[in-house]
């Protein structure tokens, strides 16, 4: 005696090819997702980072309490074991006691896009402020 199986308890080759291409979408669209969390974690860490050399920066600059000069500085600085590039642009303001000074840090020295700008002032360490 032959058994027959019922086509309503078995699947067809259509319907498992279906089910795998469904399987398949969703394990792509999960992949992609996985990456561009982990490219979003990696460029938020590296601009935390190009933030952390430029305040340092300016900071190391108002330490020294010396009268920067006009025009630009380049250098590079080692943070988390990447070497960070940064460019001091110094100019005049209004106010001829004051500099502005804007630190851009980049992770490559010819890249056109800073990851992070900082801004700040400083002062003519020569003029002495009366109480």
Same mark, same amino acid.
């Given at each position: 005696? @032959?058994?027959?199986?019922?086509?309503?308890?078995?699947?067809?080759?259509?319907? @498992?090819?279906?089910?795998?291409?469904?399987?398949?979408?969703?394990?792509?669209?999960?992949?992609?997702?996985?990456?561009?969390?982990?490219?979003?974690?990696?460029?938020?860490?590296?601009?935390?980072?190009?933030?952390?050399?430029?305040?340092?920066?300016?900071?190391?600059?108002?330490?020294?309490?010396?009268?920067?000069?006009?025009?630009?500085?380049?250098?590079?600085?080692?943070?988390?074991?990447?070497?960070?590039?940064?460019?001091? !642009?110094?100019?005049?303001?209004?106010?001829?006691?004051?500099? !502005? @000074?804007?630190?851009?840090?980049?992770?490559?020295?010819?890249?056109?896009?800073?990851?992070?700008?900082?801004?700040?002032?400083?002062?003519?360490?020569?003029?002495?402020?009366?109480?």
């Amino acid at each position: 005696m @032959v058994t027959r199986i019922s086509r309503s308890r078995a699947f067809t080759l259509i319907e @498992v090819l279906f089910a795998l291409a469904i399987v398949a979408t969703a394990i792509t669209a999960l992949t992609k997702a996985g990456v561009d969390y982990a490219n979003s974690a990696n460029y938020l860490r590296d601009k935390t980072f190009a933030r952390w050399v430029a305040t340092d920066k300016l900071t190391e600059m108002q330490i020294e309490n010396a009268w920067p000069d006009l025009g630009k500085e380049e250098g590079e600085r080692v943070l988390a074991g990447q070497t960070w590039f940064w460019r001091v !642009q110094t100019e005049r303001v209004e106010d001829a006691l004051l500099r !502005q @000074v804007t630190i851009q840090v980049r992770l490559r020295e010819s890249a056109s896009g800073a990851l992070a700008t900082v801004t700040g002032f400083m002062g003519d360490p020569s003029v002495v402020l009366q109480p």
